[in-house]
């Protein structure tokens, strides 16, 4: 079974439009950790939050914000006024706490499109 | 701070060639390294996660004999694609962490390398 989910494959807005990616997550572990990565066109995996199960804060970075659920077991990621930069690929990712090496389970990723 | 060095970033070789990928980490001890592997428009799929001094530990489905994964120290783990063939051209990244010293430390992740086999 998939334990991290990632339903919207492709999504495109135009320029300064909101766009917000969905990420579901399944574990058992009481504790466990929530990630999101950026894979822009060049393929780097660039860090852009990491949660953990304890915080349900939510996380307002630039235009970037963070909504934890665990009632729905959701993070989703909001980019707030959408620039062409903005296009890349988002991975939300998930380590648990009973793995014991850090080891990340990926969603499939959401490959976001931004139209100038 | 925690820097991961991948190298190369891109590769393009004939078939039947081995290759070797090195991804050091620069600033910080790596006890544990990952090596994943990514086909266009998929998500990273985990390959083996190597320890330092110990076996690596490969994931259902990939070739030992394939992908040989060494993690001597603990700043450089490397993987060789041996015998390459074109089925075997994909973006390989890897990322390293250290698990042991803290208790959630994330992974730190590689630029990738490209590999293309002719």
């Given amino acids: ?116 | 701070g925690a820097v991961v060095s991948q190298h190369p970033s891109w590769v393009i070789c004939k078939s039947g060639t081995s290759v070797k990928i090195e991804c050091r980490s620069l600033d910080f001890q790596a006890t544990t390294m990952f090596w994943y592997r990514q086909f266009p428009k998929q998500s990273l799929m985990l390959m083996a996660t190597s320890n330092e001094g110990s076996k690596a530990t490969y994931e259902q489905g990939v070739e030992k004999d394939k992908f040989l994964i060494n993690h001597a120290s603990l700043t450089l783990s490397t993987l060789t694609v041996t015998s390459a063939h074109p089925e075997d051209s994909s973006f390989y990244i890897c990322s390293a962490t250290n698990p042991g010293h803290y208790s959630n430390q994330p992974q730190h992740f590689g630029d990738g390398t490209r590999l293309s086999i002719l």
């Fill in chain 1, 1 to 116: 079974a998939q334990k991290v989910t990632q339903a919207q494959t492709e999504i495109s807005v135009v320029e300064k439009e909101d766009v917000t990616l969905d990420c579901v997550y399944e574990t058992r572990d009481t504790t466990y950790y929530l990630f999101w990565y950026k894979q822009p066109p060049s393929g780097e995996l660039v860090f852009l939050i990491r949660r953990n199960s304890f915080d349900e804060q939510n996380e307002i970075s630039g235009r970037y914000s963070w909504n934890f659920q665990k009632s729905t077991s959701s993070f989703n990621f909001t980019i707030t006024a959408s620039q062409v930069v903005d296009s890349a690929v988002y991975f939300c990712a998930l380590s648990e706490a009973g793995e014991g090496n850090n080891r990340l389970a990926f969603g499939k990723g959401n490959q976001v499109v931004v139209i100038p």
